[in-house]
């Protein structure tokens, strides 16, 4: 059972454009959601989080929109650059019952940035 | 400044073979967790400890063991290989469970079983 639903799969920008990825999840009791970075070989890095009492969340480049009523959440980015080719993902977790303190991740994008 | 720290970084297995995945982390953090990467499949949860001496399950824990060995080290075992546990296993830590200042994760262990 995927709790969170992340699009696209894969995703080529140029240089200077902006990139964005989607996701959507189930579980209302959900209360913060942070993206992931990550690089080849490594692991995943925390990027950006919100949580639900605001609808934007804006850090430099990236930027977290959040739609509480249609239980959806994206990442922007804005000015994409080479090196942010990189695969993201988006998470979820609550603050109780099962999800309590842990993460749930959605499939990944695989982001690639043309020079 | 090592953050979390994953042992052996490839392994290949044939089926039925056991072996342990060590993870050490060196940030005081009491929470640690394993997770699995698979393609189109992002990172589910296998097993997870909040704290030292309590472990449990998550979303994929069959087939899987794990020991808090103490507040730095949390183990993953694999009794009895099967090709479907071919995948990159990621450990990760965290302060509190439930207090988000982010997960640190590893930098994986690449696991084939043949």
């Known amino acids: 059972q995927q709790q969170v639903k992340q699009s696209p799969q894969s995703l080529i920008v140029q240089k200077g454009g902006i990139s964005i990825i989607n996701c959507a999840y189930e579980?209302?009791?959900?209360?913060?959601f942070p993206w992931y970075q990550q690089f080849p070989g490594k692991g995943p890095a925390l990027l950006i989080a919100?949580?639900?009492?605001?609808s934007e969340k804006k850090e430099g480049r990236f930027t977290i929109s959040f739609n509480k009523s249609a239980k959806q959440f994206s990442l922007h980015i804005m000015d994409s650059q080479p090196g942010d080719s990189a695969t993201y993902f988006c998470?979820?977790?609550?603050?109780?019952?099962?999800?309590?303190?842990?993460?749930?991740f959605g499939q990944g994008t695989i982001l690639t940035v043309h020079p | 400044n090592a953050g979390v720290t994953q042992t052996p970084k490839f392994q290949v297995l044939k089926t039925g073979q056991s072996m342990t995945l060590q993870c050490a982390q060196d940030m005081n953090h009491n929470s640690m967790y394993w997770y699995r990467q698979d393609p189109g499949m992002g990172l589910r949860l296998i097993y997870y400890s909040a704290s030292e001496g309590t472990t449990d399950k998550g979303e994929v824990p069959n087939g899987y063991n794990v020991s808090r060995l103490n507040k730095r080290e949390f183990s993953l075992r694999l009794e009895s290989a099967a090709p479907s546990q071919t995948s990159v296993y990621f450990c990760?830590?965290?302060?509190?469970?439930?207090?988000?200042?982010?997960?640190?994760f590893g930098s994986g262990t690449r696991l084939t079983v043949v």
């Open positions: 919100i949580r639900p009492d605001v």
């Open positions: 579980n209302t009791a959900f209360d913060y």
């Open positions: 998470a979820a977790s609550g603050s109780g019952g099962t999800s309590y303190g842990k993460l749930t």
């Open positions: 990760a830590s965290s302060e509190v469970l439930g207090l988000f200042y982010g997960y640190t």
